[in-house]
């Protein structure tokens, strides 16, 4: 049984271009939350998505983020117009659908800015 | 916000046991304390969690007092890849509030 996957593992964005992440949930789960690190700092939650519907975003940043979770295919974390200060890990976790508190996590995202 | 407190860091010798301590005074009736770990640059992992009874797992043992307001992860016999980031996180639903953690430095 695969864990979460995630790809791209690192990413490099010019300032301004988009950046997508992926995120493939471990199979039976359909629960998928996002959570970002920045550089010396701890892992903060982002989002909280079920299939086709966004549950909880109140650790997004209002502007030029936004995530989805299509009924088929893997959840994408969307960041537009990207900035310096958007450098960091993005990990994304899936839990099953009776245990939202058991969350497994990917190897996570490196988005850098330049 | 975290509701846990850890000591910041912490060494251990290979093969000893490790152990965690982790403050939850305002913990409710209803959360569960969790701990995880994340290694350098990679994603945090699922060690072992608890309500109030003691649990052990293959990877370690979780230790909560009767009251619940402390517990203790322990680490039977640390390992040099053991060296990582410990969280302590107390929730009852899917949002996981990390802190700074405990840095573990297992040395030979």
């Known amino acids: 049984n695969a864990g979460v996957m995630q790809n791209p593992r690192h990413l490099v964005r010019r300032r301004g271009q988009e950046a997508r992440l992926r995120c493939s949930p471990m199979k039976g789960h359909s629960h998928v939350y996002w959570y970002r690190q920045l550089p010396e700092e701890g892992l903060k939650f982002m989002v909280y998505?079920?299939?086709?519907?966004?549950?909880?975003e109140s650790g997004m940043p209002k502007e030029r983020f936004s995530a989805e979770f299509p009924k088929e295919g893997p959840s994408i974390l969307r960041i537009q117009q990207v900035v310096r200060g958007d450098s960091a890990a993005y990990f994304c976790a899936s839990s099953p659908p009776r245990t939202p508190t058991e969350a497994f996590f990917g190897q996570g995202t490196r988005l850098t800015v330049v | 916000d975290a509701k846990t407190t850890q000591p910041p860091s912490m060494d251990c010798a290979e093969g000893r046991a490790a152990n965690l301590p982790c403050n939850h005074s305002?913990?409710?009736?209803?959360?569960?304390v969790y701990w995880y770990r994340q290694i350098h640059s990679q994603g945090p992992q699922y060690i072992i969690h608890?309500?109030?009874n003691n649990e052990t797992n293959e990877m370690a043992s979780l230790i909560i007092t009767e009251d619940r307001k402390s517990s203790t992860l322990i680490l039977p016999h640390a390992t040099l890849r053991d060296t990582a980031v410990y969280y302590c996180?107390?929730?009852?639903?899917?949002?996981?509030?990390f802190g700074a953690g405990t840095t573990v430095t297992v040395r030979a």
């Open positions: 608890g309500l109030k």
């Open positions: 305002t913990i409710s009736g209803n959360e569960y």
């Open positions: 996180i107390v929730h009852n639903d899917y949002k996981l509030s």
């Open positions: 998505l079920q299939k086709e519907n966004i549950i909880d």
